[in-house]
């Protein structure tokens, strides 16, 4: 069973367009819908901090494959330190970790956290959160990366 569907291009449930490329936008349904549009790239949530069902304006992705044999360790970095340094921050409205249903999927995770301004995820504290022994250690490990910082718009534009 999903709890998350992302359809690329679409304009299903929330609408996020790229902060760099307004054009480019994708269709965040959050429990994801059954049966799921067709398309749409299904997730499990393994770690959710923070707010349930908020709308937030921005919404920042990470996205990455894990370099074999360091999966464990790189899950644990996320579930023990990362996302609940990273929730804590003010202006972070939640935090989530999701592993694609589809093992060919690439990048098969995503980490999402809602943000209540742009400016929070430039912010001394979320700097702070971020930069630790572990987390240098743990971006080694990433594969394929992928960081997006997203707008909700509405639907019909």
């Not at 499990?44 to 044999?69: C, H, K, M, S």
């Not at 003010?90 to 943000?115: C, E, K, M, Q």
């Amino acid at each position: 069973m999903a709890d998350l569907a992302i359809l690329h291009g679409a304009s299903a449930g929330l609408v996020f367009a790229r902060a760099d490329n307004p054009a480019e936008r994708l269709g965040w349904m959050e429990p994801a819908p059954q049966p799921a549009p067709a398309g749409a790239v299904l997730y499990r949530a393994i770690l959710r901090l923070g707010a349930e069902g908020v709308e937030a304006p921005f919404l920042y992705t990470v996205e990455q494959d894990a370099e074999p044999g360091r999966e464990e360790e790189l899950n644990a970095w996320y579930a023990d330190e990362h996302i609940p340094r990273l929730a804590a921050v003010p202006g972070v409205l939640s935090a989530r970790r999701f592993v694609a249903l589809d093992a060919g999927t690439s990048p098969r995770y995503l980490a999402a956290y809602r943000l209540e301004r742009r400016e929070v995820f430039e912010s001394p504290a979320w700097i702070e959160a971020r930069e630790t022994p572990w987390t240098r250690r743990a971006r080694t490990f990433f594969r394929n990366p992928h960081r997006t910082m997203r707008r909700l718009v509405p639907a019909a534009s």
